[in-house]
């Protein structure tokens, strides 16, 4: 796909009175299930239900898997992935969707849900559409259970409701880092293992330099700030959530914890609920990509069942022109 040109679109007036040419390609992946087991048993799973699209036409691609089970240990009784790409009828836009949804799962009679559903969708504007506004709407989980007792996590889907101007990756826009700041540090300052919070620890320290750079180039140039104009990362990733909190006070589970999107399981792991991955990918013209990475759930097994399995995950971004 790296060869394919760009169609020939639409072309508008630049600030030289020279016309540009406008073009998207278009970039979603999806997969229902992926993970491995060390113990009771040795084997890898690979990735379920996966789709992928990346073109500079439109399309859509989805994919179903019925019932998957390794050795009953992990079990799912169906897996849907779908992604598609399409011009915006209002605006001229470019809009990418990637959904992954998992029905009847079942990890170790611990976790179950009769549905999880993850779903990103981006959209790049025709003028000045390098950054994309991102929706996760639709994004859900029905029937979450922990040991049979019912889970309800609070979303928060307005994560990247404030949009960066210009050039600015997400990862590099104060308002973006600020929101997430005193989310990433619940967890990191929460009740979990040390090992837990040492993870979290050094995810909240990207954040914090991140916001002490771009308040430094802010201060620095004495007007908006741009990041694409600071030397850095060629890669830049923030791991965050779109769950605020799962209350287990009804949970009668001995050593049950939690802080933020993140339970802790005596003689299971961890799970992390929401996880969403936000990375800034510098390309060949200088300018960050944002991608958008949702993992609804994303855990650490160890003791009863020793491995990490992910459901329901879905990465969406588009690669603008100019």
């Known amino acids: 796909m790296a060869t394919m040109e760009p169609p020939v679109g639409t072309l508008e007036g630049s600030a030289t009175g020279t016309t540009v040419e406008a073009s998207?390609?278009?970039?979603?992946e999806a997969h229902s299930l992926s993970g491995y087991l060390h113990h009771p048993v040795y084997q890898r799973i690979n990735e379920k239900a996966n789709v992928s699209l990346k073109d500079y036409r439109d399309g859509h691609v989805q994919e179903r898997e019925n019932t998957f089970t390794l050795e009953g240990l992990v079990s799912f009784t169906a897996g849907r992935s779908r992604v598609s790409g399409n011009r915006s009828l209002k605006n001229k836009g470019w809009i990418t969707l990637s959904t992954s949804i998992v029905e009847g799962f079942n990890v170790l009679e611990v976790?179950?849900?009769?549905?999880?559903?993850?779903?990103?969708?981006?959209?790049?504007?025709?003028?000045?559409?390098?950054?994309?506004?991102?929706?996760?709407?639709?994004?859900?989980?029905?029937?979450?259970?922990?040991?049979?007792?019912?889970?309800?996590?609070?979303?928060?889907?307005?994560?990247?409701?404030?949009k960066p101007d210009g050039e600015t990756p997400y990862v590099k826009h104060l308002g973006f880092l600020s929101?997430?700041?005193?989310?990433?540090?619940?967890?990191?300052?929460?009740?979990?293992?040390m090992e837990l919070r040492d993870t979290y620890s050094n995810r909240l320290k990207v954040v914090d330099g991140l916001i002490k750079a771009a308040e430094d180039a802010k201060e620095r140039e004495g007007r908006s700030y741009n990041g694409n104009r600071e030397t850095g990362a060629d890669q830049i990733v923030v791991t965050c959530s779109l769950i605020r909190k799962i209350?287990?006070?009804?949970?009668?589970?001995?050593?049950?914890?939690?802080?933020?999107?993140?339970?802790?399981?005596?003689?299971?792991?961890?799970?992390?609920?929401?996880?969403?991955?936000?990375?800034?990918?510098?390309?060949?013209?200088?300018?960050?990509?944002?991608?958008?990475?949702?993992?609804?759930?994303?855990?650490?097994?160890?003791?009863?069942?020793?491995?990490?399995?992910?459901?329901?995950?879905?990465?969406?971004?588009?690669?603008?022109?100019?």
């Open 247 to 322: 209350d287990v006070d009804d949970i009668p589970i001995p050593g049950l914890r939690t802080a933020g999107n993140v339970l802790f399981i005596p003689e299971f792991g961890s799970v992390a609920l929401g996880e969403l991955e936000v990375t800034a990918l510098r390309g060949s013209d200088g300018k960050y990509d944002n991608y958008f990475n949702l993992k609804m759930l994303n855990m650490k097994l160890g003791c009863v069942g020793d491995g990490a399995v992910t459901a329901a995950s879905t990465t969406t971004n588009g690669q603008h022109h100019p």
């Open 24 to 28: 998207h390609q278009y970039h979603a």
């Open 179 to 193: 929101g997430i700041r005193d989310q990433i540090a619940s967890v990191a300052q929460g009740d979990l293992p």
């Open 111 to 162: 976790i179950t849900a009769d549905r999880v559903v993850s779903q990103v969708s981006t959209e790049h504007a025709y003028r000045d559409g390098h950054v994309p506004s991102v929706t996760f709407l639709g994004s859900q989980f029905l029937n979450l259970r922990l040991g049979g007792f019912l889970l309800e996590p609070t979303f928060d889907f307005g994560i990247c409701e404030d």
